[in-house]
């Protein structure tokens, strides 16, 4: 009768059960990073919504009020700057920031500047067109 040999078996199963499980954790933790960054820019871009709605916002508030930065008379499209700090960089560099143009600290660190852009005054529907854009950094 042959016999066969097992003693060397149960290395092998311990090695190929340690490879799978090693496999399943890599990428279990790719999974979860890769879900982590998405939320970091999900989170980075309801920021830059916010900073957008608010920057319209202080322009209705501004033009309901007639403050006289924001007030050109009509026919005149205008942009006004609110930077998180003076840069640089246009256009939040020290010179561009005084009046009417600003800084808030309190913005995001991610939010870099919100421009303002206020069309013409329509006179036929008694309105102006304003637009936000955000400068931020996704990453």
Same mark, same amino acid.
Request: net charge positive; hydrophobic share 45%.
């Given at each position: 009768?042959?016999?066969?040999?097992?003693?060397?078996? #149960?290395?092998?199963?311990?090695?190929?059960?340690?490879?799978?499980?090693?496999?399943?954790?890599?990428?279990?933790?790719?999974?979860?990073?890769?879900?982590?960054?998405?939320?970091?820019?999900?989170?980075?871009?309801?920021?830059?919504?916010?900073?957008?709605? #608010?920057?319209?916002?202080?322009?209705?508030?501004?033009?309901?009020?007639?403050?006289?930065?924001?007030?050109?008379?009509?026919?005149?499209?205008?942009?006004?700057?609110?930077?998180?700090?003076?840069?640089?960089?246009?256009?939040?560099?020290?010179?561009?920031?005084?009046?009417? =143009?600003?800084?808030?600290?309190?913005?995001?660190?991610?939010? =870099?500047?919100?421009?303002?852009?206020?069309?013409?005054?329509?006179?036929?529907?008694?309105?102006?067109?304003?637009? #936000?854009?955000?400068?931020?950094?996704?990453?």
């Amino acid at each position: 009768m042959i016999t066969v040999n097992r003693k060397g078996v #149960a290395i092998y199963l311990v090695l190929v059960v340690l490879i799978v499980v090693v496999i399943f954790s890599n990428a279990i933790i790719s999974f979860i990073s890769s879900q982590s960054q998405l939320t970091y820019k999900q989170i980075r871009h309801v920021s830059a919504f916010y900073a957008a709605n #608010a920057g319209i916002r202080l322009a209705m508030a501004n033009l309901q009020a007639n403050d006289v930065n924001w007030t050109t008379g009509t026919g005149n499209t205008f942009t006004r700057v609110i930077c998180r700090q003076a840069t640089g960089v246009f256009p939040c560099t020290s010179a561009n920031l005084g009046a009417p =143009n600003m800084t808030d600290s309190e913005f995001p660190l991610s939010i =870099n500047y919100v421009q303002i852009t206020v069309g013409p005054y329509d006179s036929a529907l008694g309105r102006r067109q304003l637009n #936000a854009t955000v400068n931020y950094t996704a990453r």
